[in-house]
């Protein structure tokens, strides 16, 4: 298992098999991200620290980077959380970010995937991490245009706009309170809805 | 400076030479990294690209994280605006992210380094903007504070949550332009001044 060569689908296993070596290789990631985070940490590391080996690491992922991305994506899949259609879009808001602050090392994870995808163009955080801030913007700008409709929300700013600014909003509290945790998350976040109210 | 080894200063060189051989060379790391962003170049190549020795880089920085954050703390010294007191929060805040955005090098640089002070508790970047995060905050709600006294700005939210919350604004705003420049900046960083009017 240590030493799974190359060949191994074809000789010896199906893509269903793969596939679920895969699953099974990016949840053990997880865990080690979750403890650790991932600055500096080479792919060889990496593959140690999750028990399998670089060769095994590299036939699945072709660089670090797209194993973090898939790491990440795949971490977020699995507590994607049931929609509550009560929730308003600052309710949705705090949740996502209070429950990402619990898990350290995908909160750092995320930071630095969104730094790369800054600056490397070419990379496979760009592309994740521009088709996400589109699908979360997408998500959230429907959830106000909705509570505009219902009058809840102030309708002078357009909901995409508003979505933007709610998003950047989320992500920049969460920078700082990694940085000062005497900032209080929460309370910061929620005093959005006063903001965004219909007057 | 603090950093200086001893032995320079009294071996072959004055301090105050040494300082302006010290700026000297943030001067040259900061048109590199105008240029090319930081992401995976090693101190070797920083030096290379600069043109001094890599030996002559570690006189002066112990670690690439040390230059780095040097490099950004020197380059934001230089383009330090005069503070003009007329000026809104607001107003503060789209001059200098549309300010940001224009060194493109820069804006990688502050991305990749509050990632890196996310990520490594010890290092100099978590120091760094840490501080600087305060120092800004600080700055800000003094300001909205004022506009609060002069009854322009909303006074529901005490001047310290809606400073995090501006900043956290503006630094998401950019992160999400980087990504996709279809985004108005300016426009959507202007919206703020509606969200935080008196009512």
Same sequence: chains 1, 2.
Wanted: avoid cysteine; glycine fraction near 6%; hydrophobic fraction near 40%.
């Amino acid at each position: 298992m240590e030493n799974e060569p190359k060949s191994v689908i074809g000789r010896r296993g199906s893509y269903a098999k793969g596939v679920a070596r895969r699953q099974e290789i990016l949840d053990r990631a997880i865990e080690v991200f979750a403890e650790r985070g991932a600055d500096g940490t080479s792919l060889r590391r990496i593959a140690e620290a999750i028990g399998v080996s670089h060769a095994t690491l590299l036939h699945y992922f072709d660089s670090r980077e797209q194993l973090l991305v898939a790491v990440y994506e795949h971490a977020e899949s699995l507590r994607q959380a049931p929609e509550d259609l009560e929730q308003s879009s600052v309710d949705v808001m705090v949740a996502a970010a209070t429950e990402n602050v619990g898990v350290p090392g995908m909160v750092q994870l995320y930071s630095t995937l969104v730094a790369t995808a800054i600056e490397e163009p070419a990379g496979e955080s760009k592309e994740f991490f521009t088709r996400r801030f589109e699908r979360v913007r997408t998500d959230m700008a429907q959830r106000l245009r909705d509570e505009q409709a219902a009058g809840t929300v102030r309708d002078d700013i357009d909901a995409e706009t508003l979505a933007t600014m709610l998003i950047a909003l989320s992500d920049g509290v969460q920078t700082q309170w990694l940085l000062d945790p005497s900032i209080d998350l929460r309370d910061t976040l929620s005093r959005a809805t006063a903001l965004i109210a219909a007057r």
